[in-house]
């Protein structure tokens, strides 16, 4: 184990897996997403999906990779079959792919920060939309900051799960909080803040479509890093007397809380500029936030970086926990030189990466790149709806099953009893079996297939 490296303690799993959850999902995609299906009912509706079927899950994955200390593949192998290893191998690839878009989008954010801070993006009479719309097309600029950003991640994974990705995260995730709450505070002295709040706030059930349940379950598992196995192999390095319960509570609670204060921060900025619309979908923050940034007058520009630098780090130790995975496969089964697998499989993951960014208008021929659910999708949606939207609510889908139905001897349930003695017999430990032996597989099954047919099929059951 001990070359194998593992955290520090239990503060240390806690942090890493909080950076691995908190990112883009909760900054960049949340706040879009709660934009385009309808504000408050999303919302809750996400909401439910986090707590009821996501946080059972995540206690499964962790327990799973403690049980194993392995990889996804190499843990369903040691404590299920051959067929169950699929799943992981599922996890892994899902992982890779997640990774080649991720690391685009962190390459915007890395952008934006290099444009505001030191390339005066901020100036008056700049349309943020059209900015937006040349930047995500402009191939040099996109090749530029997203082999940076690909670059860092690859070092701190090189750098060692310890060293490298608990310290960062304890410093940098507060920062960035304290610039969200910031940001709160300033968008509701604004006209039009309150109309945002609403939005937000004030639920509208009759916005509720299938595709609001099925953006929501996905969205969950995204933002807690789940279904992939990226729990199982960040639990692969919890010690056996730390508690995953109380770890896994704590995380979901910092995830979402993250993303909340995201909505918050946005939705009245938002709602203040009426040249944007709450349903412009993937650019909403870069296009809201510059607008506000440049109201600001001369600190404009210094908030402005800053923000979007604390928004990289925050997308690094996602990036970090996303190399991990494969890394750790690729190391675990074919007994690899570890720093050479992170710079080959990251060098490998960026050239998977290139039709992703090529995607948002600089080829025509990934841009509109298939046919499906009724129009044109480029090559960027089409992986996000497969291995992002598809692929991780059945990974978590299936490591529920495993853990609740398969896993032998109460395999689960003893995993949880360490670090947690007490949990034995009580009432909460029945809850948790029940949520990941009933709720969580039943309601992921259902959503699961009703997203297939709609995503695929344009078939609306409701
Ligand atoms: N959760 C991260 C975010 O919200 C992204 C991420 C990191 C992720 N690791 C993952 C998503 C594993 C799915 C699976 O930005």
Redesign the pocket.
Known sequence: MASRGGFSNRLGFIAAAAG???????????PYEVGENGGAAFLVIYLACAFLICLPIMLAETAIGRNTRLNPFGAFNKIGNRRWGLVGLLGVL??IM?LSF?NVVAGWAFGYFIQIGFGGLLSEGVNYGDYFGGFVSDITDNLLYSIGFMILTALIVAGGVQKGIERWTKILMPLLVVMIVGLISYGLTLDGAMDGLSFYLVPDFSEITANTFYTALAQA????????G?LITYGSYVGKDDSIVGAAALITVA?ISIAFLAGLMIFPLVFSQPSIEANAGPGLVFVALPGIFETMGGIGPFIGASFFLLLCF??LT??V??LE?PVAFVTDQFKTNRKKTVYFVATFIFFVGLPTMLSQGASDFFTNFVYYGGEDKDFFTLIENVF?DLA?PLGGFFIAIFAGWSWKNKGFQKELYFGNAALEGTFLEKMILFMVRFVSPFVVGAIFIISVLQIFFNISLF
């Open positions: 691995s959850a908190v990112g883009l999902g909760n900054i960049w995609k949340f899902s992982g997640i991720y598992f995204f933002s807690l890093s789940l279904g992939m990226a995830d925050a997308a996602s990036t926990s996303l995975v992002s991780l």
